[in-house]
């Protein structure tokens, strides 16, 4: 009698701590993406769902699902979320777009350490050829379109910049490889063909000169 009783009780425990079946955790990550305002890790996934399910096996099942539907599983540097496929992007437009203007010399710095990252910022202005003003670097930093790297191992450990997740997602990237090729930036008008740093006069004006620029600055969407 004791043995059965043992026994259920072992089964009792299974079943607790049993992992939902499959086509439940899609349901479960499904919900999760949808409900998050900003993309969601695998390990997110995983502390939300129920013990002994699997984030990332669900999310290849899911992402197949939405393959050709209005809405696509998309990967976000090193999260998750679910987006408007890209075809069906002009049915937004609609929306109210609030333009914000970046100078020449935000552009620029954005493209640099989007390319080059992790880099200080003594190497930005190295590309350049020109100072890389404070003013600059904090609108970045607010837009939170790059943030603070790893500090680098030489003399004063300068700080680095690196794109920050949103970034990515802004512009619909999958990570810093999938940024367009430089050819592919100028034909955007985000480019300039410019002379290399180098065989550019000085202006003595610095970074001051070089956003005065008349009709230098671009748009961005955000």
């Given at each position: 009698m004791s043995k059965d009783i043992d026994n259920e009780k072992e089964k009792s425990r299974d079943t607790l701590f049993e992992a939902p079946p499959i086509a439940e955790q899609e349901r479960m990550v499904e919900a999760i993406l949808f409900a998050s305002a900003e993309p969601v890790?695998?390990?997110?996934?995983?502390?939300?769902?129920?013990?002994?399910?699997?984030?990332?096996?669900?999310?290849?099942?899911?992402?197949?699902?939405?393959?050709?539907?209005?809405?696509?599983?998309?990967?976000?540097?090193?999260?998750w979320a679910i987006r408007t496929a890209p075809d069906l992007g002009f049915l937004m437009q609609k929306e109210t777009v609030e333009t914000r203007k970046l100078s020449r010399a935000a552009i620029e710095t954005l493209a640099i350490i989007a390319y080059h990252q992790p880099v200080t910022r003594a190497e930005i202005e190295e590309i350049r050829g020109v100072s890389v003003s404070r003013g600059t670097v904090d609108q970045l930093l607010e837009m939170e379109w790059i943030r603070f790297g790893r500090r680098k191992m030489t003399p004063g450990r300068p700080v680095t910049f690196v794109v920050t997740q949103g970034f990515l997602d802004h512009f619909g990237l999958e990570s810093a490889r999938d940024l367009p090729g430089l050819k592919d930036l100028r034909a955007a008008g985000l480019l300039e063909s410019r002379p290399p740093p180098g065989l550019m006069p000085l202006t003595g004006e610095g970074e001051e000169e070089d956003e005065a620029s008349e009709g230098q600055s671009e748009l961005f969407e955000d």
């Open positions: 890790t695998v390990q997110e996934l995983n502390g939300r769902m129920p013990y002994g399910s699997d984030a990332a096996e669900a999310l290849v099942h899911l992402r197949k699902r939405y393959e050709g539907r209005g809405v696509q599983v998309v990967k976000v540097g090193d999260a």
